[in-house]
Each structure stands twice: as structure tokens, then as C-alpha cells.
């Protein structure tokens, strides 16, 4: 089975650019989630879409956007890049997002291999 | 606020050494989880492990051990007999209760393992 699959691999913007990064799910899981990870630094959180609505959203600017797709697919949208914006953005998926019940195990997210954008 | 701290950045070891790469973190839910994840060259985070706030039973599977303590807030690895293959940057992270999901990681420790 294929894992979380992004796209593109790499890509090189300019200053006040926008930028679409794509993200396809492990078949069957229904929640998305994006990090950015800034070299030298852990993962934050940007997004996390379920059933196509907007579940959680970490503390970025407006400039960023996401949505998610009747196949469970995501897009993340960032408009007029800044250099800061340069990063690995990754797509994680899972079956859902809830935390289960006292004793049970949370869901475990899988990564995929990135996006790393670079903004000139 | 919830918050991890990984306050190693970078470890040395010749192989077959053991190591232990320490998590310290905060919340104030008193449920959560907190998991371990691997990053390679690559880039992917490569999962290791879970454990839920009311299981602080130790875990070992094959190389790799987990040391869970409330009392001390800490999470912490070991990899025993170390390998070349096991250089990467591990990262600790930390989930509340409503959106596991969403986590929050340390800023890695960086595990160079020589030959």
C-alpha cells in the first residue's frame, strides 16, 4: 500500500509568490495534517482537516490555507511567500484524530517525505 | 501550555555503544500521549512508539527501550548496542486529549552514530 504521498518534492519560490503543496492520504484514512519544520528545528503544527472540515489550527499567519477533498486529499496554500516561509512542510495522515478512551492507544500519525520549499 | 523539551542536540557515539536521548515535558491535562519519532536524511518522521499518561509500564522492543516517569515528567529512549543505521534525528512529542493529531515535538536531538 503507498504511503502518504506530497508533491511537489522540491520546489524554489520568489518573495510575495504563492505556493500550492498536495498531499495524498494512505488509502482509508480520513484526517490530514500539516506541520512546517524549519531547519534545525521539530515540526509545528499548521493544520489538521477531518471530513473536510477544519479540526485544529496552530498559530499561523493568515497567508496560510488548507483544505481537504472528497478523497481525503489536501491542499496547503501559502500566499505572498517570506523568506521565513522557507521550510519542509509535511502532510501526515490518520484514521481519526480523537483521543480514545482512558487505557486505549491514540492514533498514530504517519508522515510523508515533505515538501521542502525555498524562498528567495 | 503545553511544551516538550529535548535538551540534547547533538550526540556522538561509536557503534555499539548504548545511548539515551532524554524528553522532558509539560502539560497540564492529565490525559495525554507522547511518541517518539525518527527522521532520516530523508525527511520522512518514521514512527517508534506511543504511550498513553496511564501507562507508565517500561517497553522494549528489540534495540530500542522507553523509560516513562510522571514523577519527573520524562520520556526518555535508549538505544542499546548502537548502529550506523540508527543516525537521525529523534524527536519526542506530546498530544492532549481532544486532538491527537496535533502534536507538539521537541526540537530533536541529532544521533551520529560512527563505525
Known amino acids: 500500500d503507498a504511503g502518504v504521498t506530497q508533491s511537489p518534492t522540491h520546489l524554489i519560490k520568489t518573495r510575495g509568490q504563492h505556493v500550492t503543496l498536495r498531499c495524498s492520504p494512505i488509502?482509508?484514512?480520513?484526517?490530514v495534517s500539516w506541520y512546517q519544520q524549519v531547519l534545525g528545528q521539530g515540526p509545528q503544527f499548521i493544520f489538521q482537516?477531518?471530513?473536510?472540515?477544519?479540526?485544529g489550527r496552530g498559530n499561523f499567519p493568515d497567508r496560510f490555507s488548507a483544505r481537504q477533498f472528497p478523497n481525503y486529499s489536501s491542499e496547503l496554500n501559502v500566499n505572498a511567500l517570506l523568506l521565513g516561509d522557507s521550510a519542509l512542510y509535511l502532510c501526515?495522515?490518520?484514521?481519526?484524530?480523537?483521543?480514545?478512551?482512558?487505557?486505549?492507544?491514540?492514533?498514530?500519525?504517519?508522515f510523508g517525505a515533505g515538501s521542502r520549499l525555498t524562498v528567495l | 501550555a503545553q511544551k516538550v523539551t529535548q535538551a540534547q542536540t547533538e550526540i556522538s557515539v561509536v557503534e555499539k555503544e548504548d545511548v539515551t536521548l532524554d524528553c522532558v515535558y509539560e502539560t497540564r491535562d492529565t490525559t495525554y500521549y507522547l511518541f517518539w519519532y525518527k527522521q532520516p536524511p530523508s525527511g520522512e518522521l518514521v514512527f517508534l512508539i506511543r504511550r498513553n499518561s496511564f501507562d507508565e509500564q517500561n517497553e522494549i522492543s528489540g534495540r530500542y527501550s522507553w523509560n516513562f516517569q510522571k514523577s519527573t515528567s520524562s520520556f526518555n529512549f535508549t538505544i542499546t548496542a548502537s548502529q550506523v543505521v540508527d543516525s537521525a534525528v529523534y524527536f519526542c512529542a506530546l498530544s492532549g486529549p481532544y486532538n491527537t493529531d496535533k502534536l507538539i515535538f521537541g526540537t530533536g536531538t541529532r544521533l551520529q552514530v560512527f563505525p
Open positions: 501526515a495522515s490518520s484514521t481519526t484524530y480523537l483521543g480514545q478512551r482512558k487505557g486505549s492507544g491514540a492514533n498514530v500519525l504517519t
Open positions: 482537516y477531518y471530513e473536510k472540515e477544519e479540526r
Open positions: 488509502s482509508g484514512h480520513k484526517s
